[in-house]
């Protein structure tokens, strides 16, 4: 369970947007617990909120994750050996 003070879930079930990582947890465990109310207990429904967590996971990777480490790449020089592509290699 997210570690979140009392106060701070009434505050984010009136609709505060999470201010800290645990506080996103939480918001983002209520979620699954509501989903799995919905639907019930079963390997299906826990496959199903498992799949759209990764699904997010790396949705979120693609679109953020990737052009951010890219700009810090153009920005700061790669610390891998690329060829002309731009692709890694290592050389012997």
Not at 38 to 43: A, Q, W
Request: aromatic share 10%; glycine share 6%.
């Amino acid at each position: 369970m997210p570690y979140v003070s009392p106060e701070i879930r009434d505050e984010l079930d009136r609709a505060r947007r999470a201010q800290t990582p645990g506080e996103l947890n939480y918001v983002l465990t209520l979620e699954i617990i509501e989903y799995l109310e919905e639907k019930g207990l079963s390997y299906q429904t826990i496959n199903d909120i498992m799949g759209a967590l990764e699904g997010a996971k790396a949705e979120f990777y693609r679109r953020v994750a990737i052009p951010y480490e890219n700009d810090k790449i153009e920005e700061n020089g790669d610390v891998y050996v690329t060829d002309a592509n731009g692709h890694p290699y290592y050389p012997k």
